[in-house]
């Protein structure tokens, strides 16, 4: 039986760890992301006012250990620019609302408790809100998706692509639909 140094051995594994740290999983424990959009939201030019309020719905963290966001962007953005991104406790800010939602109600009853999305850590069971804000810089302006980059406590990496769309249109009368 041959004998490998301790040195060879660390040297193999540093080798195998680093050719799989670049690896994203897709399907980690907020869950899978979606090929296509299941919403749409559009909202229309108010008094113009150019942000609107993107709620994304929660992110459950499925697994048995924390979970801490990394990044978070927008996919496929044209004429939008990300200007905040918060988590929320509870379902609260109003999609297609002004943003940050102002004090009618609209950013829900855990407003005020929001916390900043990068940076933050996600325990086990537990289920946060994300929400995003938004500038319309231009007249037309459409994002496909907003993607949400994370790692769990043993620094696997993960991405979730949120499931909704949004549009900031002229022509557009505040509505969604199910994809």
């Known amino acids: 039986m041959k004998r490998y140094g ?13 050719a799989c740290s670049d690896r994203v999983y897709t399907d980690g424990p907020i869950g899978e992301s979606h090929d296509d959009p299941l919403m749409e939201w559009c909202a ?52 297609g609302a002004e943003y940050p939602p102002g004090p009618e109600g609209k950013g829900g009853p855990t407003w005020d408790q929001r916390v900043p999305a990068e940076g933050a850590t996600i325990d086990p069971g537990e289920k946060w809100w994300l929400v995003v804000g938004l500038r319309a810089e231009a007249d037309r302006a459409e994002m496909e998706r907003v993607q949400v980059d ?25 509505s969604w639909k199910h994809g």
């Not at 660390?10 to 760890?17: E, S």
């Not at 113009?48 to 459950?60: D, F, M, S, W, Y």
């Not at 994370?150 to 505040?174: F, H, I, K, M, N």
């Open 150 to 174: 994370y790692r769990d406590a043993a620094g696997t990496r993960y991405r979730y692509v949120a499931a909704s769309s949004y549009s900031y249109l002229p022509d557009c009368d505040g």
């Open 44 to 95: 229309p030019h108010v008094d113009g006012k150019t942000t609107i309020t993107a709620n994304n719905g929660p992110l459950p963290n499925h697994a048995e250990v924390p979970i801490t966001i990394t990044d978070v962007s927008a996919v496929g953005a044209q004429g939008f620019t990300i200007i905040d991104v918060v988590l929320t406790s509870k379902n609260g800010a109003v999609n």
């Open 6 to 18: 301790v040195g060879v051995v660390l040297v193999a594994v540093l080798i195998a760890t680093n």
